[in-house]
């Protein structure tokens, strides 16, 4: 099973989180401790796909 780091679509820096590549995430919170953003994304085959961004 392959697994990957979950970036930050803002930063492009590793977050907490690993995928394993069957992963499926819907209207998911991402928090990036880097930047300190938190951006609304969904994951599906490892692909992210950005919501929206969020000022917190």
Do not use: A
């Not at 820096?13 to 590549?21: P, V």
């Not at 991402?30 to 938190?38: A, D, I, N, S």
């Amino acid at each position: 099973m392959r697994m990957e780091w979950l970036l930050c679509p803002v930063c492009k820096s590793k977050t907490r989180l690993q995928l394993r590549e069957d992963t499926e995430l819907k209207n998911f919170s991402l928090y990036c401790p880097k930047c300190k953003q938190k951006t609304l994304i969904n994951v599906k085959d490892l692909q992210i796909t950005v919501i929206q961004k969020q000022e917190h």
